[in-house]
């Protein structure tokens, strides 16, 4: 495209822009960040590689690569007086809130970097997002397990260092092996970006006031706790522990599916008409990850048992519901030991190139303008007020 133009100037840059980063047609299932395929960056790329291609426009030359790292791991570490507030935080909150008022928090610690205006200190403030976030997520996940917080190791890679700093040591000793750094990497490209979805859309009409970049993450972190957006990877778990403990037959559950007492979740998709092609992808990795781990609640059979079942009933087929990125996330986050309630933290920091990209997007965006949605007003016709008419 030749620039930028808002399709709906009445909307601002959310319900409808123009945008370079990432491109979805919904009916043949596909999905490019930049222009690369998501099969491509599955197969080859890496989630620092992909991070950056979202975020800068180009894939990066090694150099580039090496450099963006190096200020990733310089930048891991948050102060102090941080640590304390996200010890003092409530240990039994919802991870997705704590990491959302974790993130508005930040603007408060480096003040330096929030100005939307200067594009140097936006870079700044992208660098700290990107690099501390896993660190952030990593300490919520020890306080809630009454473990002790364990910081960045400047000697590891970046997905290495997020899975030392949330499980220790052990976690890649485990029976996964170097398999478990490799299925966060490819779990945490397939989340990076996916165009004006709910949270995207949010940090682009927060972003769009000139609110800075870490309160425009924020907003979007907290759309998308939602279960009917990133929320979802955790509902498909409770919904499978609750078929399983229930003992309901999958058939049963369709009926109830059917007869609108419960959705489906991680089923369906406002734009995936045909199949989301993440899903594919990430029913491979769990294929692969519980050859490997033993599923003692036989969870991913019963996913793979409710799908089948799903798309051989035309209740399903007929309203285009196929399993969508959060179907089969939850039963692998599972095997690997990340609590439910840790699923979508998992998203979020996936997402997060896609967020700062589509920020950042937006201030160079010649029609930009502050969102604005118009409603249709159906209510009262005027009226006085008594004894004012
Ligand atoms: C994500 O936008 C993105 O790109 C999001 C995302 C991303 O990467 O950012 O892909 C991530 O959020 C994936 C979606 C995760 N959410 C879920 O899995 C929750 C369950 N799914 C739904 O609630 C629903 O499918 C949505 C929210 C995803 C989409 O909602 P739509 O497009 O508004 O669908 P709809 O409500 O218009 O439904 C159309 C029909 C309706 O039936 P009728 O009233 O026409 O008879 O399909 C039915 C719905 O009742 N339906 C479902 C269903 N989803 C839709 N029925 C049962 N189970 C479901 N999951």
């Not at 949010?202 to 998308?224: E, H, K, M, P, W």
């Not at 490997?292 to 048992?305: G, K, Q, Y």
């Not at 007003?377 to 007020?385: D, F, K, L, T």
Request: net charge negative; hydrophobic share 40%; proline share 5%.
């Amino acid at each position: 495209s030749t620039g930028m133009t808002t399709l709906d100037p009445g909307f601002g840059n959310t319900a409808s822009c123009s945008s370079k980063i990432t491109y979805i047609d919904g009916a043949a299932g596909i999905l490019r960040y930049r222009g690369y395929p998501i099969q491509d960056l599955a197969v080859g790329s890496t989630f620092l590689e992909v991070a950056y291609l979202v975020i800068y426009g180009e894939l990066p030359e090694p150099g580039q690569l090496k450099e963006f790292s190096d200020k990733l791991r310089e930048n891991a570490d948050i102060p102090a007086e941080m640590g304390a507030f996200l010890d003092a935080m409530p240990r039994n909150g919802h991870p997705m809130a704590l990491l959302a008022s974790a993130a508005n928090t930040l603007s408060a610690y480096y003040a330096d970097s929030v100005d939307p205006s200067d594009e140097a200190q936006v870079e700044l403030a992208t660098i700290r997002l990107m690099a501390k976030l896993p660190t952030i997520a990593a300490r919520i996940y020890r306080n809630s397990v009454g473990a002790e917080p364990i910081g960045p190791d400047d000697s590891l890679g970046y997905v290495e260092n997020f899975i030392r700093m949330t499980f220790g040591d052990d976690a890649a000793a485990g029976e996964l092996g170097d398999l478990f750094g490799k299925a966060v990497d490819l779990l945490l490209i397939l989340h990076a970006d996916h165009e004006l979805n709910c949270s995207t859309a949010t940090v682009r009409t927060v972003g769009s006031s000139q609110a800075d970049i870490f309160a425009s993450v924020a907003a979007g972190i907290n759309a998308l706790s939602g279960p009917s957006h990133g929320g979802a990877n955790q509902a498909v778990l409770e919904m499978l522990d609750e078929i399983r403990e229930s003992g309901v037959t999958v058939a049963e559950f369709l009926e109830r599916v059917k007869a609108r007492e419960v959705r489906l979740m991680g089923f369906g998709h406002r734009v995936y008409k045909n199949f989301d092609p993440r899903s594919k992808e990430i029913k491979v990795l769990a294929t692969q990850i519980l050859d490997r781990h033993d599923d003692p609640d036989e969870l991913f059979a019963l996913a793979l048992e409710l799908e089948a079942a799903a798309l051989a009933d035309s209740y399903f087929t007929e309203r285009k519901l196929y399993p969508n990125v959060d179907f089969y996330t939850g039963v692998i986050y599972r095997a690997m030991g990340f609590p439910t309630n840790m699923f979508t933290v998992l998203f979020a920091i996936g997402r997060l190139p896609g967020w700062v990209a589509h920020y950042r997007e937006q201030l160079h965006d010649p029609a930009f303008r502050i969102a604005r949605p118009r409603q249709h007003y159906i209510g009262s016709a005027e009226r006085r007020y008594p004894g004012q008419g």
